[in-house]
């Protein structure tokens, strides 16, 4: 009984201690490559959608198991500063959002699945913050293109309302879509690289992954 104190006090400490916002170098590496990565381009047929939901390292690595899902690249988007870094993101000054650009096939994977996913894959009751992320930089956002995409983002919302999964009303914002900024390098496929050496992917995203993963069975592609 006398250890679980000690205990319970080092999990609490390495919780507080350990969010999103920390840029340790990549295991196996001593340089970290801070400059921004390069945008795909779009291939014929192809879609584009533009989603924050708290820390992107977990939200990219959820996006990347869908099938249909090409590619998916963590950035900034709805802010006001041009080619912002995640250093001047993280001081919740500039008005972007940490957030996650995916260019999917839409005859495998439909926007509304892909919106449904997005839902799944946080807790968007969560005004400004995710978890131990605190910010507006950590909101829940979804950036429309289109008049079509704001009305069927505004219809998933209602759905989550509806589900009875959440004790509290869905908080995320709709933004129509101005610009995305590709993150550093060093933060683009973060999780998978990560995962055995980082405290708070182990603490915080893994089990947002593992939980994403149980949601959408049937959804994902084969390992």
């Known amino acids: 009984m ?7 006090l080092l999990f609490l400490s390495a919780s507080l201690l350990t ?17 921004p990565a390069k945008l ?20 990219q690595e959820e996006m990347k198991l869908l099938k ?11 802010g006001d500063l041009a080619y912002p870094t995640y250093e001047q993101v993280g001081t919740d000054q500039t008005g972007h959002a940490e957030t996650v650009q995916i260019y999917f096939d839409p005859k495998v994977l439909s926007y509304d699945v892909l919106l449904d996913a997005f839902f ?37 919302i209602r759905r989550e309302n509806a589900s009875g999964h959440h004790k509290a009303p869905v908080v995320t914002q709709v933004e129509p879509f101005k610009v995305f900024y590709p ?15 980082n405290l708070y992917l182990q603490l915080v ?10 949601a959408m069975e049937g959804k994902l592609k084969e390992d």
């Open 68 to 78: 249909g899902v090409r590619v998916a690249i963590s950035g900034y988007a709805g």
């Open 40 to 59: 795909p381009t779009v291939r014929p047929g192809e879609a584009v959608a533009t989603v924050a939901g708290g820390c992107f390292w977990a939200v």
């Open 120 to 156: 799944a894959g946080h807790d968007a009751t969560q005004l400004n913050r995710q978890g131990p992320d605190i910010g507006k930089h950590y909101r829940s956002a979804v950036f429309y293109r289109t008049p079509d995409e704001k009305a069927r983002i505004e219809a998933a």
């Open 19 to 35: 969010s999103c916002d920390q840029q340790p170098a990549q295991k196996n590496s001593t340089v970290i490559d801070i400059n």
């Open 183 to 197: 993150a550093e390098v060093y933060h683009q496929d973060y999780y998978q690289h990560n995962l055995y050496n």
């Open 205 to 214: 995203s893994k089990a947002k992954v593992e939980k994403f993963r149980d």
């Open 2 to 8: 006398k250890l679980l104190i000690p205990l319970t």
